[in-house]
């Protein structure tokens, strides 16, 4: 009889990277051979060039064009994580699998044709240092930045497909030089004995999929026909969802907060002691009419109650359209006398006083803020920046200016990955 899924998850702690004449871990140092990677990158011809780059905390350093960020991992043994992309379509989340902790392989990039309409790649910018650095998780993080250039003669779809390929393939090969490294720890993501005296809480777990610049894969596929999905949450932190969406700077998920999801590992932690985590439905945002809205948002919450939840956990991706999809799985679910809880963003104006949320429900009484995408900032004038000389408005990237929380990357993404929060006075 097969058993649950069980997987253990090897932590490399690495303090630094620098660049050396191989690659490996050296005394909790990530050497790269920089030479080589681009080599290894520039194997697909749709890639004209790429500037391999070091952006560390500290630094006075700003990166902008920024697309997908990756941790490090790959399978101990046989197997490959990003299936569909790097190996077969194997299930992924059970065995071992190493990582490389605080380390992310950021891609920054414009694309060879000029875009139109809402499905284009915004501008999205990390700084390294000062206060701005907290605007983004991935202005904490030891970052490897690919900065490619396109190769002009092929169009975005394609192009983007390249990206995508080369830094999960960099972020896998960087992991396999580490297989030999000390481990700092490991932690066990099991969740095959449930407790009957324990309240059962299920994570639903809302994907973008509109389109180019705006999909999320799972299994190497996009997800423009997915219906409501159980998933064992081993499967998301073991690859199995890989970021496509670049129409929003802030909110987005790239694929190392998949790998990482705060939800997902709080549950885990909580397993067995507080609550039995039951499991986790996958839904895609963004379906078009209201009866597909319907559709899928009734299926989810009879999956959620199939799983016999006591409550549910929401979180979403992308704007308005995508945040009626959650709401109304929320108030189906409530109304079924399942308990709810919504982690989302916020879209209050400037100034604070507009309407927070493109859409709600009454049911939905107990929503975390992550922070509002319309808050400005003063970004200040830095030494270097990496991925061009000025933003998608024109701008010289060096600052100063002042810039919308909606173009830092990542800042107020709503699986929790940020350090932003909004408090009621």
Known sequence: MRQPLRLDVHTVEIDQIRFGDHTGVDDGALVVDRDALAALILED??????DVRIAQPGDDIRIIGCLDAVEPRCKVGDGSVFPGFLGGM???????????????????????????????????????????????????????????????????????DAIRRSNLRVAEHLATQALDAPRASTTTFDISEQDPDLPNVVYFYQLQGQGPMADTYLYGRVIHNLVPTVMHPNEALDGAIVCGVYVYGCYKNVTYLHQNNPIIWELQRRHGKELNFAGVVINRGHNYTQEDKERSSRWAAKLIEFLEADGAVFTAE???????DMMLAVQYLEQAGVETAVVSSEAAGE?????????????????????????????????????????????????????????????????GGNVLVGRVH
């Open 351 to 415: 100034d604070g006083y507009d309407f927070p949320l493109f859409y709600t429900v009454p049911e939905a009484d107990a929503i975390v803020s992550v922070g509002s995408e319309d808050e400005v900032f003063d970004m200040p004038e830095v030494a270097e920046v990496i991925g061009g000389d000025t933003l998608l408005d024109g701008q010289p990237a060096a600052g100063p200016y002042r810039l919308k929380m909606y173009f830092q990357f990542c800042g107020t993404q709503q699986v």
């Open 90 to 160: 194997e299930t992924v989340g059970e065995g071992e699998t190493l990582r490389l902790g605080g380390v992310a392989v950021l891609a920054s990039s414009r694309y060879p044709q000029p875009f139109s309409g809402l499905l284009q790649a915004r501008e999205a910018v990390v700084d390294m240092r000062g206060p701005t650095a907290n605007l983004s998780p991935f202005g904490r993080t030891l970052n490897l930045v690919l900065a490619y250039t396109p190769n002009p003669d092929i169009d975005n779809e394609d192009y983007d």
């Open 318 to 324: 992308g704007g308005g359209n995508s945040a009626i």
């Open 45 to 50: 011809p749709r890639i004209a060039g790429v």
